[in-house]
Every structure is written in structure tokens, then in C-alpha cells.
């Protein structure tokens, strides 16, 4: 595997060798206390077109911990705030000698180009594609949903998960339920038609225009972000009416089964789609999120670019 | 020897019987039998098949404003070698083909090119901005002699507009050639809306925003009783959509280029904004009925929707990617090649809707006439057994945009004549 574009590349032996990889790479790095030196020498670029501290922080942070020498072009105050094409940049960052670009771009398939197009011969791993995919999110979260529901375990069967919220617009919950369907879970995707893409009722998922039907089914529920400039009437008609259909507050997670845990992909409108007693409570593992998302992304940059170093 | 006279032996008009055909002075003068060579020069053509030069309803020339894309002299030369004898230029130049002005140039210089004729066609509405009619009397009556008129690249929206344009035209028998697509249901569309475009996060383009406006158009050319012309259909829903108007009566003519034909919206998955056309590509059945419409002729015409784009334009993000592919020099092999398996086809129907359909939809008189005597020379020789690989750099267009690289598309147009003139040898543009 030379790049990292889309979870649906990945064959269930791929995503099991990622999140194994990160159990591991977190064991020998004390919980990620430790330096490993696996990519010494290494460099990864990470090229962010759109504004994204967490996850532009999430893989400096993995890079750094595998020692790879890490630079950070972002859109803002660079040549590419000037109007220079993806193309040329791609020809600066190969000149300088990257051996993996981490890209997260507006466009769905920029990641795609880079590592096709013919620019340039670095692994490539997306990092969010406008609406397409962003896979390093789902493998960190089928990370948690595994620690949490099947420790250890080679797939997610017997498993109900429900997405809720924006698919329309969210990569996240594209490259989880393909992702999670692809491990064997059943994946329920929740969410008013306006918010659902034409199709869905296709992928390998089922589909609810009601939450509260749904909730005592699922032994996790991953709450999107909904964006503002969604709640103008267009898509829905107002965040109180989305709120109260849609959103988890302290009812509606008292229906979920005991175990069931509460995912989110940050960051969260408190008060919207999630409240913030649920945010905060035992059963959310958002915080988890975070920090298995840096293993998964640590695995991946290893396993992409590491070659054939073993781990220890 | 006399200079343009010729005796074409042995080809086969229409794909049936073999025929000789004698070219005089730009005209068809004979056709038989073992004709007599005189001192004509001989083009020995046995085994190919000889049919009226094509006429396209719908080209970019980007002349004037975009040269670096294409001029109207290398859209007259891919126009000739993929077998065409006339084309009609689209309005959505810089500056706008608006004016008595702008199309007078463009039909001049096609004039002085000269190895295909050039019809401007006019822009509906000032600057192809929906607003005000563009002066549509000022063209027609101009040397250009304008009969199609589009806002093709934007959609007439305005339904009093739309109304207003179909009737104005009437008073020279013109037809308003519109661009079916809904503003309001396309704002961002990327790829046609279905199960890959959610898949692949791209923002769809719905085929009801070209039905819901062929609909309308329909019942606003039904109500003021004028002439419409649909561009490049691209749905089951359109093609079901004229056919009613059709049996209903109304003025109404459709067109759909070669790629909506062949291809189809999984080739997006790839990225390569090569696919990136509008309207976009469609599914598996909505290329079936359109094959079906335009065998039973509820699609009158082929048209290619001839796109030239520089390379900057297509090499780069999908997003970001300008809509649009080459059409011209491939155009009969993926007509052929789309439409081998469809009942009823064969090279008459072909030969109908690749040149007297829209010759006649154009007003193109001297255009898309049939092989008989007295007509004028205009003359393709197609081999139906050579086949063609597509090499991007090869063709006559100064972009190079074509979807089909490194396709090998059966037939070969081998030799083309112009107003009797010999000019395409051997699939080569003399000179």
C-alpha cells in the first residue's frame, strides 16, 4: 500500500493490520511517551488547504513521534493564497523531496490527483477531501469502537452503530460507514432526507429518518457536526427544530443500551447535535477519539512509508 | 485533367449498393454504374462507404477571446477531418456573440478558412446573462444570416424570456437552441446526481433540472407555436419527455453528442477531470434510451458539443476543472462505436442524423442534401474496417482534452470532399 485515499481501498486484512499496527506502535511508545525512530530522515509534509488545527496537530504530532521531519504548508500566507494550482505545488513539494504528503483539501479527489495524477511519486494520505473521505477519522474510530466493544477482536459482527446527523456533507461519516460495514458491523445511518445523499439507500448501510426509533438498538452513536450556514432553512429549518428531532441530550441517551457509547468527530456544537451532560458523561469517548486518531494516523504514516522497519 | 472533378469508383452510398459517383465543379453529376473515367482523376474507393459530410448543430470555436484553446481555422481543420462540411459556433465567446458584429467576424473567418462553413450562432440574451434579448433581428439579417440562437453554457431560466425569445424568432424562421439545465437544482454540481456522486462526495446535477425545463420549454414553444431545439439530452427523462411533445405536436427538434452515448458516470471515479463535462455524464440506462431515441428518431441529430480546453483547465482538482471534451475528430467512431448494438441503426440513419437532421434543424440549405445528382459535393469516404487509436497529441484541435485516449474506435473517415475539393486524403488534411 503506497497511499491512503479512501477507506474503501482497504481490505478488511488492511484496516485489521492498521489498527493492530497502532496497538502495537502505542505499547512500544509507553502510551506515546516515546520516540520512535522509524522515519529518521524522513519527510512528511503536511499540505492543508482548509483550516484544521486538530487534525493538522494530530499528524504533526504522529510524525514527530515516528522522529520524521515534518513541515507544514498551509494555504494561508503561502503561494497558494496567491491563486498557485494544486499542480504547481505539488512540483515545489516534490522538488524539496517529500516522501509523504498529507493533504487535506475542499476538493473530493484532491487526494486522488496527487497520488495519480502523475505530479509527483510521494505517498499520499488524505486527510480529508471535502465531502469524500477522511480515513484516518474512521480507522481512529473503528480503533475506539474495537477497544471499547470487541477488544482485540478481527471484525465488528453483532455490532450496531448508528451515523446521525449531516451525511450529506460529511466525509467522516462517508469513510466510517463504508469502513465499519466493511468489518461487519451494521451501520444505521439517522438523519432528515435533506441531509441524506441520493443513493444511500444503496450503500451498505440502513437508513432512519427517526432517532428516537432507533436508539435502543445501538452499541455506539456517532453525533455529527452540523454546520451553521446548513441551519438557513435550506436543508432544515431551524437548529432548535433540528436540535429536538436529532440532537442527544440526557433522554434520549437514557435509551440507549447501557453499553452504548457516544462518539463524536469533534468539533462539537454544544446544544445542537449533542448537549453537553452527554458530551461530558462516562459513556462519551470523544476524547478517546482524539488520541486513537493520533495512533491510527502514527500506524499508517509507518506502514506507508516505513518500509519494511519492524516495529521495535 | 480538370482541377476538382473526380470519379469516386467503387464505394458504397449509404453502406448499399456499390456505385460510382462523378464530381464536377463542386457538384454531384452522375451516379452508376461503371461510370466512364473521361479525364476525371479517380478515387478508388472500393470497400468503403460514401455518405453526405456531416453537419454539427454544436461547436466551441472559442474564437474570438480563447485562441489559445482553439481558433476557428483548427476547429475548421479537426471540424473536416472528422468528416464535417459545416459547423455552427457557438454564441459564449469573448465578447459574446450578441451582436451583427461579433457573428459577421466569426462567419468571415470561416469564410477565409475555408475548409468548412462556419454558422455563428447568436446568443439569446446580452452577454448570456438571461436578462434582455440580445438584438436576434440585428444577426439574422446580418451577412452571417443567423438562424440558431443559444445561451448554450447557461440555461434561458426566465420562463418570460424563454417565451419571449421563441416567439420573437418566428418572424425569420429562427430556433431557439437551449441549454436545459435549472440554476437553481445544478448551483455547484459536479457530476450527475445519483448513488456515485454521494459515494464520491461530489455535488450532484440532477436529471430533473434538465427535464423540468425541457417540460416547460415544450409547453412555452406548444403555446407560441415556434420552434425549439433541446441540446445535448442527456436522460430517459428527456428523451421520454420530447417524445410525447413529439407525438403532441409541438415544434420541438433534440440533439445528443457522441459521449453521452458511450459513456458513462463511473468513468468519474477516477477523478480525471478529462469526464468532467456538462451536462454531466449519465448512467448505463440513461445511455440506452438515448441510443433508443436517437434510432427512432425521437433525438433528431448527433451534435458534438465540441469543447477545446487548455491543458491548465483539465489538470488540476475536479472542482476546480472546466466543463467540457473534444468532439470533432471522433465523433463518427464513437457513434458508431456507441450505437452498434441498437436495433434499427444502420448507415442511413446514421447518415440522417449526422447531416440532413440538423442541416435541417440549422437551415443550412446547401447542407446535408442527399447523394443524387445536381447536389453539391459534399462527401465523406468512410472505411468500416480501419480502426483508430486516439492519441490526444494527433488531433487538429489545439487542446487536447478528449475523453477517448488511448481508445481504438472502429470506422475511419479517409477522405473528405468540401464544395467538391479533395482536402481530406488518406484520413490527412492536404496541405
Request: aromatic share 4%.
Amino acid at each position: 500500500m503506497k497511499h491512503l485515499i479512501s477507506v474503501q481501498d482497504l481490505s478488511r486484512t488492511d484496516t485489521l493490520q492498521i489498527l493492530d499496527t497502532a496497538l502495537e506502535l502505542d505499547r512500544v511508545t509507553d502510551g506515546g511517551t516515546k520516540l520512535l525512530p522509524t522515519l529518521r530522515g524522513r519527510t512528511v509534509v503536511n499540505l492543508f488547504y482548509e483550516d484544521s488545527t486538530r487534525t493538522r496537530l494530530s499528524f504533526e504530532r504522529a510524525a514527530k513521534r515516528l522522529s520524521a521531519d515534518v513541515v507544514t504548508f498551509s494555504a494561508k500566507g503561502s503561494s497558494v493564497s496567491k491563486g498557485e494550482s494544486l499542480k504547481d505545488t505539488a512540483l515545489t513539494l516534490k522538488a524539496m523531496g517529500a516522501d509523504m504528503i498529507v493533504v487535506r483539501h475542499s476538493s473530493p479527489g484532491a487526494a486522488h490527483r496527487l497520488a495519480h495524477a502523475g505530479w509527483l511519486e510521494s505517498s499520499v494520505l488524505n486527510a480529508g477531501d471535502g465531502k469524500h473521505e477522511h480515513p484516518t477519522q474512521a480507522l481512529g474510530d473503528a480503533f475506539t469502537i474495537r477497544a471499547r466493544l470487541r477488544p482485540e477482536a478481527s471484525d465488528f459482527n453483532g455490532l450496531t452503530i448508528g451515523i446521525v446527523g449531516d451525511v450529506l456533507h460529511s466525509r467522516v461519516a462517508r469513510s466510517n460507514i463504508f469502513l465499519l460495514a466493511s468489518l461487519g458491523a451494521k451501520v444505521v445511518v439517522i438523519g432528515p432526507p435533506t441531509l441524506l445523499p441520493v443513493g444511500v439507500e444503496n450503500w451498505p448501510c440502513e437508513v432512519s429518518y427517526s432517532l428516537d426509533a432507533r436508539l435502543p438498538q445501538l452499541d455506539a452513536i456517532m453525533m455529527l457536526r452540523v454546520q451553521q450556514e446548513r441551519m438557513n432553512g435550506t436543508f432544515f429549518p431551524s437548529e432548535l427544530e433540528y436540535s429536538r428531532a436529532f440532537g442527544l441530550n440526557r433522554a434520549r441517551a437514557a435509551v440507549l443500551p447501557e453499553h452504548a457509547i457516544v462518539m463524536h468527530p469533534g468539533p462539537m456544537n454544544r446544544g445542537v447535535e449533542i448537549s453537553a451532560e452527554v458530551a461530558d458523561s462516562a459513556r462519551s469517548v470523544i476524547t478517546e477519539q482524539v488520541a486513537n486518531g493520533l495512533k491510527v494516523r502514527m500506524a499508517s504514516m509507518y506502514l506507508l512509508i516505513g518500509g519494511d522497519v519492524s516495529v521495535t | 485533367m480538370s482541377l476538382n472533378s473526380y470519379l469516386i469508383v467503387g464505394s458504397r452510398p449509404y453502406g448499399e449498393e456499390v456505385q460510382d459517383l462523378r464530381i464536377v465543379d463542386g457538384r454531384i453529376t452522375e451516379i452508376g454504374v461503371e461510370l466512364d473515367p473521361e479525364n476525371l482523376q479517380v478515387i478508388e474507393a472500393h470497400g468503403r462507404i460514401c455518405l453526405p459530410s456531416f453537419v454539427d448543430l454544436h461547436t466551441h470555436l472559442r474564437e474570438p477571446g480563447r485562441e489559445d484553446a482553439e481558433t476557428i481555422a483548427s476547429g475548421s481543420r479537426a471540424a473536416t477531418l472528422g468528416g464535417f462540411s459545416a459547423v455552427f459556433a457557438m454564441a459564449n465567446t469573448t465578447p459574446v456573440a450578441d451582436t451583427a458584429g461579433v457573428v459577421e467576424q466569426v462567419w468571415r473567418i470561416g469564410r477565409e478558412t475555408g475548409l468548412v462553413d462556419v454558422f455563428p450562432i447568436g446568443a439569446v440574451s446580452v452577454g448570456l446573462q438571461g436578462e434582455a434579448l440580445a438584438e436576434l433581428g440585428a444577426m439574422a439579417a446580418s451577412s452571417a444570416g443567423v438562424t440558431v440562437f443559444s445561451d448554450d453554457g447557461h440555461c434561458v431560466s426566465d420562463p418570460l424570456l424563454m417565451r419571449r425569445a421563441l416567439e420573437y424568432v418566428k418572424t425569420f424562421d429562427g430556433v431557439i437552441a437551449q441549454h436545459a439545465q435549472d440554476p437553481r437544482l445544478t448551483q455547484g454540481a459536479q457530476m450527475n446526481e445519483g448513488e456515485l456522486s454521494g459515494v464520491l462526495g461530489l455535488t450532484g446535477w440532477p436529471a430533473v433540472a434538465e427535464e423540468s425545463i425541457i417540460a416547460r420549454d415544450v409547453l412555452l414553444a406548444s403555446h407560441v407555436d415556434s420552434r425549439l431545439h433541446v441540446c445535448h439530452v442527456s436522460t430517459a427523462g428527456s428523451v421520454a419527455i420530447v417524445r410525447w411533445a413529439k407525438e403532441m405536436g409541438v415544434r420541438v427538434t433534440a440533439e445528443v453528442t457522441p459521449h453521452h452515448l458511450l459513456l458513462t458516470e463511473d468513468l468519474v471515479s477516477s477523478f480525471d477531470p478529462v469526464y468532467k463535462v456538462n451536462p454531466p455524464l449519465r448512467s448505463r440506462a440513461d445511455t440506452l434510451a438515448l441510443r433508443e431515441g436517437l434510432a427512432d428518431g425521437t433525438i433528431d441529430a448527433v451534435a458534438t458539443d465540441h469543447a477545446p480546453h487548455p491543458h491548465e483547465a483539465k489538470d488540476c482538482e475536479w472542482d476546480s476543472a472546466a466543463f467540457g471534451m473534444l468532439g470533432l475528430e471522433t465523433a463518427l467512431g464513437v457513434v458508431v462505436a456507441a450505437m452498434a448494438e441498437t436495433p434499427n441503426w444502420n448507415w442511413r440513419t446514421l447518415s440522417d442524423r449526422m447531416s440532413s437532421a440538423p442541416a435541417k434543424i440549422g437551415r443550412a440549405r446547401n447542407h446535408g442534401r442527399p447523394l443524387a445528382i445536381g447536389e453539391p459535393a459534399h462527401l465523406v469516404l468512410i472505411d468500416p474496417k480501419q480502426t483508430r487509436e486516439v492519441v490526444a497529441e494527433a488531433l487538429a484541435s489545439l487542446s487536447g482534452n478528449t475523453p477517448y485516449a488511448g481508445m481504438t474506435l472502429p470506422v475511419c473517415v479517409t477522405d473528405v470532399f468540401f464544395n467538391g475539393v479533395h482536402q481530406v486524403r488518406g484520413g490527412e488534411l492536404n496541405g
